[in-house]
């Protein structure tokens, strides 16, 4: 029987399970990735304010481009897209 606490998300094809109350930004991170994004010059970026106003948490969230991290909740078959290549650095 599944936790229900826990939803199972989908970050740059990698499945894994996080709380149901974490954010994007969050499974992200557990996904192992350092950044969300590459900036127009090449540097890796991530989550800064957490608020939802800087935008360097931006992803792709089902489709939909350009999306706030830092501040929307994960749900259970939710497929989450980031440009950071990695981001590892």
Do not use: K, W, Y
Not at 37 to 54: F, Q
């Amino acid at each position: 029987m599944r936790d229900p606490a826990f939803v199972t998300v989908t970050v740059n094809g990698q499945s894994l399970d996080v709380g149901r109350d974490d954010t994007v930004a969050v499974a992200v991170a557990r996904a192992g990735l350092a950044a969300n994004r590459r900036s127009v010059s090449g540097h890796a970026r991530g989550p800064l304010c957490g608020m939802g106003v800087c935008m360097e948490c931006a992803v792709t969230i089902d489709g939909r481009p350009g999306q706030s991290g830092c501040q929307i909740r994960c749900r259970q078959g939710m497929v989450i897209e980031t440009s950071g290549e990695g981001g590892r650095d």
